[in-house]
């Protein structure tokens, strides 16, 4: 695992994970509350069209992985940036931010890591 920052001077993606054989796994970390009240999490669209952007130009894909303090860091979402795009309701924020609805269903459930590669691998 690298930082991303350390390579590249940018400070997102959060961090690069050597997947030895396969190449790298970028990773945008976010905390957001699994509120069951609230069944979208929500994902700002300049950051994310950034993403698709990076995709592009360099081949590889930025995953969103989302968890909190609540669950002790023991449940993670995870979903690729370019998926948050895909056919999502744009939400305009009270201060002008527009962000991409995603519902919660869309993710990938996981509670390891080991669990996502198992996920990526199999299919």
């Known amino acids: 695992v690298f930082p991303f920052s350390d390579l590249f001077g940018s400070k997102r993606p959060d961090v690069m994970i050597l997947l030895p054989y396969f190449g790298f796994l970028l990773v ?4 957001k509350k699994f509120n069951k009240e609230y069944p979208d999490f929500l994902f700002n669209s300049e950051e994310t ?4 952007h990076f995709r592009e ?3 590889h894909e930025v995953w969103y992985a989302v968890s909190d303090t609540e669950s002790d860091f023991k449940e993670w979402l995870w979903i690729p940036s370019l998926h948050v ?3 999502r309701k744009v939400k305009k924020m009270k201060d002008g931010e527009f962000c991409y ?3 919660k269903t869309d993710f990938i459930k996981t509670n390891s890591f080991q669990d996502l590669l198992n996920v990526l691998f199999s299919s």
């Open 28 to 31: 945008d970390i976010k905390h």
């Open 49 to 52: 069209e950034k993403y698709a």
């Open 101 to 103: 609805v995603v519902p």
């Open 85 to 87: 795009m895909k056919d």
């Open 57 to 59: 130009t360099f081949g």
